[in-house]
C-alpha cells in the first residue's frame, strides 16, 4: 500500500517528458499473440495494469523480455487459450485478450471482468463482435468461453463506439477468413495506434479513426516493431495540475493532436497554450475562470478519462461548471474527498455542477480508482498544506512516477511506503533496519 504526500499552494514551473500510453500499450501487447514471431514495443509506460498484462502473455506461453523501456514479446512457441480468473480480478481490461487467442488458437476462455469502480463493465459489444466472425461463445460461472477453429470474415455493426469491442474485433479478424467491415468503431486515437502495429505485422487493415474500419484476413502475422504514442490522457492531468497551481510547465514527446477537445476548455479556463509537434506548453499566470459545460463523448469528443482532473482544476475556477459525464455510471465517486478539501460539488447521475470556491486545504482522502485518484492529485497541489493521497495502488495502474512526474513540474509530492520515503535520491541501505548495514 502507497500513499502520496502532497505539500500545495504553490505554483508549478518545469518539464516532464510524457510516458506511453497505458491505453495504446495494453491492445498492442496482446495483439503479440497474433504473430508467430517476436514483437518489439518501445516507450512502454512502467504501470502496475502493463505488468499485469506482461504476466498474462507469459501464462499464455509467450516469452517477454524486457530491457528499459522496450518489451520484447516472443510468441512463436505454443499459446494457451485461457487466462486465469486472478489474473482477469487484477485488471478488467484483459478482455482485450479474448479476440487475439481466438483468432490464434481457435478457443479462448477468460472470466468475465467484473463491474469496477466505474460501474458495470459489460462486455455483451465484444460478444457481439466476435459471433459475428462466426465464433460460438457461452457464458457459466462468470466465465466466457469462445470456440471457432477459423473465423470467417463479416459486419460488425457496433451500435456504440466501444474501445474495447473495437480492438477485440480488429484483433479477432484479421486473421480471419475473407473481410471483414467494422461499423461504428471506436475512433479514438489509440486505434490508430493498433491499426499502424497490425500493420507492421503484416495485416491488411485500414480506417481507423473514420468509424468504419475494413480488414481483409490474412493467415499468418510476423511479429512487428512499434513505438507507443504518447498517453494524451497522462498529459491531460499535469496540464490540468497546472491550470489549477498555476505556473508554467513544458510537456514533451506530448501529442497535442490527439488532445483538441482538453485543450479548448484549458483555453477557456485562462491558460495560455502553445504546442509544437511533440510539444505542450501550458502558463497560466492570471485568474482561473471556468471552462464552461463540459459533455464527455467518445472521440474526438471530450474524453471522459480527462474529466476527473479537470474536473479538479475547476474547484477554485471563476463561476460555476457543469460536467455531464456519458460514458460510464459512476464516475464521480472521486466527488467526496474533494468536497473533502472544502470543493463545492453537487452531483445528481451523470451531472456534476461544481462552484468556485476560493480556498481548497489539504486532507487526509483516498482515490477509488485510476482518473478520481488523479483528480485528487490535482486538487492536492492547489490546495493550502499538507495531502496525504491513499489507494496510490489505483494511480499507479496509469501514472508513471507520479510522486517524480509532480516533482520535476515543480511540485512537492514523495510517495510513501510502509512509513518509507521514497525520494529522488534514497541514501545507501535507506529504509533497511540499521543492522543490515
Ligand atoms: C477504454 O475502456 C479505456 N480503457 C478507458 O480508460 C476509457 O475510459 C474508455 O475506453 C472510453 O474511452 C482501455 O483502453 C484499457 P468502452 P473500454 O468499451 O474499452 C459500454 C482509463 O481510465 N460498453 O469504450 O472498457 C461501457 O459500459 C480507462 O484509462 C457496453 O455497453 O470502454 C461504457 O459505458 C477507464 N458493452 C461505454 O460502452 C460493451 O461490450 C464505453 O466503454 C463494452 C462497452
Known amino acids: 500500500m502507497s500513499i502520496l504526500k502532497i505539500t500545495g499552494g504553490r505554483s508549478l514551473s518545469g518539464s ?9 500499450a495494453l491492445p498492442l501487447l496482446a495483439s503479440s499473440v497474433l504473430t508467430e514471431g517476436l514483437s518489439v514495443f518501445r516507450n512502454c509506460p512502467r504501470l502496475t495494469d502493463v505488468e499485469a498484462t506482461v504476466r498474462i ?14 518489451l520484447y514479446v516472443d510468441a512463436s512457441g505454443p499459446i494457451l487459450p485461457e487466462v486465469p480468473d486472478e489474473m482477469m480480478r487484477q485488471m478488467r481490461s484483459s478482455v482485450i485478450f479474448l479476440g487475439a487467442l481466438l483468432s490464434r488458437c481457435g478457443e479462448a476462455c477468460l472470466s468475465l471482468p467484473g463491474g469496477c469502480e466505474l460501474g458495470p463493465r459489460p462486455v455483451d459489444l465484444h460478444v457481439m463482435a466476435l459471433r459475428a466472425l462466426g465464433a460460438e461463445i457461452t457464458e457459466a460461472g462468470g466465465r466466457l468461453c469462445c470456440r471457432c477453429p477459423r473465423l470467417k470474415g463479416g459486419h460488425i455493426a457496433l451500435p456504440t463506439p466501444s474501445v474495447g469491442a473495437t480492438e477485440n474485433a480488429m484483433l479477432a479478424a484479421v486473421r480471419a477468413e475473407g473481410s471483414t467491415v467494422i461499423t ?49 490522457i497522462a498529459a491531460a492531468t499535469y496540464l490540468a495540475a497546472c491550470a489549477a497551481a498555476g505556473g508554467r510547465v ?25 504546442t509544437g509537434e511533440n510539444l505542450i506548453v501550458l502558463e497560466r499566470r492570471g485568474t482561473l475562470r ?45 466527488v467526496p474527498a474533494l468536497q473533502s478539501m ?15 470556491v476560493e480556498k481548497l486545504h489539504g486532507a487526509s482522502v483516498r482515490a477509488s480508482d485510476l482518473r478520481g485518484g488523479a483528480a485528487l492529485a490535482v486538487a492536492a497541489l492547489s490546495a493550502e498544506g ?33 512509513g518509507i520515503v521514497r525520494g529522488k535520491d534514497p541514501r545507501p541501505g535507506y529504509g533497511r533496519d540499521a543492522e543490515d548495514g
Open 16 to 24: 516532464l517528458r510524457v510516458q506511453g500510453a497505458k491505453n495504446s
Open 57 to 70: 502473455l507469459r501464462h499464455v506461453g509467450c516469452r517477454v523480455y524486457e530491457e528499459g523501456d522496450v
Open 184 to 232: 461504428g468503431a471506436a475512433r479514438e486515437p489509440e486505434i490508430l495506434d493498433l491499426q499502424d502495429h497490425l500493420r507492421a505485422c503484416g495485416a491488411l487493415v485500414a480506417g481507423a479513426g473514420s468509424g468504419v474500419i475494413r480488414i481483409r484476413g490474412t493467415k499468418k502475422l510476423r511479429g512487428g516493431e512499434k513505438r507507443i504514442m504518447p498517453d494524451r
Open 250 to 274: 513544458r510537456l514533451y514527446d506530448a501529442c497535442p493532436r490527439d488532445m483538441d477537445p482538453v485543450l479548448q476548455a484549458l483555453r477557456r479556463m485562462g491558460c495560455r497554450i502553445e
Open 290 to 334: 471556468s471552462p464552461g459545460p463540459i459533455i464527455t463523448r467518445p472521440h474526438p469528443g471530450f474524453p471522459t478519462d480527462a474529466q476527473p482532473p479537470l474536473m479538479a482544476a475547476s474547484l477554485k475556477a471563476e463561476g460555476t461548471t457543469v460536467m455531464i459525464e456519458t460514458i460510464f455510471e459512476s464516475r464521480y465517486r472521486h
Open 342 to 356: 472544502g470543493a463545492d460539488i453537487r452531483t445528481a447521475g451523470k451531472t456534476a455542477v461544481i462552484r468556485g
Open 386 to 418: 499538507e495531502t496525504l493521497l491513499g489507494g496510490m495502488e489505483h494511480v499507479l495502474r496509469g501514472y508513471e512516477d507520479m510522486a517524480g512526474a509532480l516533482t520535476a513540474l515543480g511540485g512537492e509530492a514523495r510517495l510513501l511506503e510502509d
